[in-house]
């Protein structure tokens, strides 16, 4: 018979494989050492003891966010602590200023994409999630939108980091001479360039309307208060608008809002999951949060 008396954790470095690691990879290996005690059926007495060491290959996430002082980015790091994950912000104006509990649990780092030390935040990452984005002139846009995403995207794949999560938006059925300006080309181009280097682990997910407490300047607005009965209301009223879906820019209006948290959610099971990948419309986003939550 077997008793298993005592069990002991202690560090070991990684044992030598076949396969070498790219050498941007970090994982974190354990040494299990388990204190057995045999004892054969009617022998009294204690029997001899030993300790066998299993040796268990343990990958630990470690996210590296994009943006993760903002709206989006910063309820994706909170989420991301909530699971055990390590993160890392990368933002150009570093730790933003709140006074919760998991915000000192991430790794804040000061930085412009554009100049970015990469050697300061990928080394170890087994996940980025880029919240870049934003609006202003066309040439700002294809900037922000999709050339420093596209940047970010070939810094990771550079490093070995083996996935990349985009957070995008959703088209809203918009006739295609809407969709040529800066705002969305960018964001298209970011998605390319994640489904191209990142073909079987690459996410892009697109929302719509994003609500949840979103501060501003220091002050708190609540589109939560608009976004929340909105999406509910255009739910439930889904079997009545859906003839309307093929109408031009009917998403404008018909597209329902989604939560933060459910984007952050999301997200984070796209860190997680290695089935989790591709383009995912706002149903998808909602549906992959839900059974998370559940």
Same mark, same amino acid.
């Given at each position: 018979?077997?008793?298993?008396?005592?069990?002991?954790?202690?560090?070991?470095?990684?044992?030598?494989?076949?396969?070498?690691?790219?050498?941007?990879?970090?994982?974190?290996?354990?040494?299990?050492?388990?204190?057995?005690?045999?004892?054969?059926?009617?022998?009294?007495?204690?029997?001899?003891?030993?300790?066998?060491?299993?040796?268990?290959?343990?990958?630990?996430?470690?996210?590296?966010?994009?943006?993760?002082?903002?709206?989006?980015?910063?309820?994706?790091?909170?989420?991301?602590?909530?699971?055990?994950?390590?993160?890392?912000?990368?933002?150009?104006?570093?730790?933003?200023?709140?006074?919760?509990? #998991?915000?000192?649990?991430?790794? #804040?780092?000061?930085?412009?994409?554009?100049?970015?030390? #990469?050697?300061?935040?990928?080394?170890?990452?087994?996940?980025?999630?880029?919240?870049?984005?934003?609006?202003?002139?066309?040439?700002?846009?294809?900037?922000?939108?999709?050339?420093? @995403?596209?940047?970010?995207?070939?810094?990771?794949?550079?490093?070995?980091?083996?996935?990349?999560?985009?957070?995008?938006?959703?088209?809203?059925?918009?006739?295609?001479?809407?969709?040529?300006?800066?705002?969305?080309?960018?964001?298209?181009?970011?998605?390319?360039?994640?489904?191209?280097?990142?073909?079987?682990?690459?996410?892009?997910?697109?929302?719509?309307?994003?609500?949840?407490?979103?501060?501003?300047?220091?002050?708190?607005?609540?589109?939560?208060?608009?976004?929340?009965?909105?999406?509910?209301?255009?739910?439930?009223?889904? @079997?009545?608008?859906?003839?309307?879906?093929?109408?031009?820019?009917?998403?404008?209006?018909?597209?329902?809002?989604?939560?933060?948290?459910?984007?952050?959610?999301?997200?984070? @099971?796209?860190?997680?999951?290695?089935?989790?990948?591709?383009?995912?419309?706002?149903?998808?986003?909602?549906?992959?949060?839900?059974?998370?939550?559940?």
């Amino acid at each position: 018979m077997l008793a298993l008396s005592s069990v002991s954790y202690l560090k070991a470095t990684p044992s030598r494989t076949d396969f070498p690691l790219p050498s941007h990879r970090r994982f974190s290996f354990r040494r299990v050492g388990v204190r057995c005690s045999y004892a054969e059926a009617g022998v009294k007495g204690d029997s001899s003891s030993a300790t066998i060491d299993v040796v268990a290959d343990v990958k630990s996430e470690r996210v590296v966010v994009l943006g993760g002082n903002g709206f989006v980015g910063s309820a994706i790091c909170k989420a991301a602590i909530s699971k055990g994950i390590e993160v890392t912000s990368l933002s150009r104006s570093g730790r933003p200023s709140l006074s919760n509990s #998991w915000v000192d649990q991430v790794n #804040w780092v000061t930085g412009d994409v554009f100049y970015a030390n #990469w050697d300061e935040v990928l080394p170890g990452a087994t996940a980025v999630v880029s919240t870049l984005g934003g609006f202003g002139s066309e040439e700002q846009m294809k900037r922000i939108n999709g050339e420093a @995403n596209v940047l970010a995207v070939g810094a990771a794949k550079e490093y070995g980091v083996p996935k990349f999560i985009l957070i995008s938006v959703h088209d809203y059925n918009l006739p295609q001479f809407l969709l040529e300006s800066g705002y969305f080309t960018g964001k298209r181009k970011a998605e390319s360039e994640v489904l191209s280097k990142y073909p079987n682990s690459g996410v892009v997910l697109r929302p719509g309307f994003i609500y949840g407490k979103r501060r501003v300047d220091g002050f708190e607005i609540p589109l939560d208060l608009i976004g929340e009965p909105l999406e509910k209301f255009l739910r439930a009223a889904e @079997n009545f608008t859906k003839p309307l879906s093929s109408l031009p820019a009917s998403d404008l209006l018909l597209a329902p809002p989604v939560s933060v948290d459910d984007v952050a959610v999301a997200a984070v @099971n796209a860190i997680t999951d290695d089935d989790f990948f591709g383009i995912f419309t706002i149903e998808q986003i909602k549906e992959a949060a839900a059974k998370v939550s559940a």
